[in-house]
């Protein structure tokens, strides 16, 4: 098939997929229209961009003759892509072409520091935080609860264009005492996974790890929590890489953490946290199995209609990074995204992977 019947085709097929989904919503599934971040996170930013500047898709498919036959198979799908969405857009209204391709960034926080707590990894200091609170209600970024981005999805209701959740992972008792007060202030929702089996206790999971011995939520803690518009999902009962388990010591630790929490709580637990985002087929079936309506890895990307529920990607928000890690990881969900960009075109005219 020449170049310009296989562009006419995808844009064709996106046309066709987009003027179905305007008439019948279900028609959405089983379509690329379901999920923009197909082929990655810096692929779909590379298409965003390729749209906000309206190029024509037969440019982008000229460009793979200077790539050489075995770069240019690569250029050739994400130029078949753009064509396919090309297509669509022309089919869909502003607010849902945006809904569409702008997803929901799921960001993970871990740990909280005052004053006197110098920024690493995994802890951001409180003041940091509250900029980056400041900074997506600037943005007027819609921040949701991660169950009622589930239930929306269930619902076959499109999220909000740009959406944010906020999560947590562990339980540290800075969760409570820095991080609530601002989230209260800015009236934002979030959700905090908890280890259950180490409820009141310390973090010893990691070694020599930065966290080790960090104080962690008791029972009341994390009661308050759910009455400041904090959520409470499981992160297993205690912490280990679930892919390295048997099947009855996957299942316990699985569900056996959504039973303490829910018996402790007084109410349901729905979403998961893979610890270390050690995600397998095993492990995603035991989620399911437990009843679970979401789960989050660590893959970097944003959330679009087709991510599956039980694996939905996240952000990791670095305590020490700069608000450009930041900005790009809320707008395309990931935060190197311009090293990785700069790798990306590196392997496209030298021929190796970065």
Known sequence: MTAPKMRSSAAQRGAVDAQAFVQRSDALHGTQLADFGLGGAGE??????????????????????????????RVGEVAERYAYWHGARGQLEPETWRQLTRGTAILMYHAFGGQDEAASGFIIPARRFEIHLRRLARWRRPVLHLEGLAADRRSGRLAPSGAVVITMDDGYADNRELAVPL?????????????????????????????????????DGLRALQEN?????????????????????LADEVRGSRTALSEQLGSPINSFAYPYGRVSRESVAAVAHAGFACACGIERGLNYPGTPLLELRRVPVDGDGSMLRFALGVRFGDPDLVARAFGYLRAMVFGRRA
Do not use: K
Request: with cysteine; proline share 6%; net charge positive.
């Open 229 to 249: 518009r904090v959520a409470i999902g499981a992160h297993t009962r205690t912490h280990p890489r679930l892919p390295e388990l048997d099947e009855r010591e």
């Open 183 to 219: 989230l209260r202030r800015f009236g934002f929702p979030a959700t905090v996974f908890a280890v259950s089996d180490r409820i009141g206790g310390a973090a010893h999971w990691d070694g020599a790890g930065e966290l080790t011995g960090r104080r962690l939520l008791d029972w």
């Open 44 to 73: 779909a930013a590379f298409r965003r961009v390729l749209h906000a500047l309206r190029v024509p898709p037969g440019l982008l498919r000229a460009s793979c003759r200077l790539f050489g036959e075995s770069r240019a198979e």
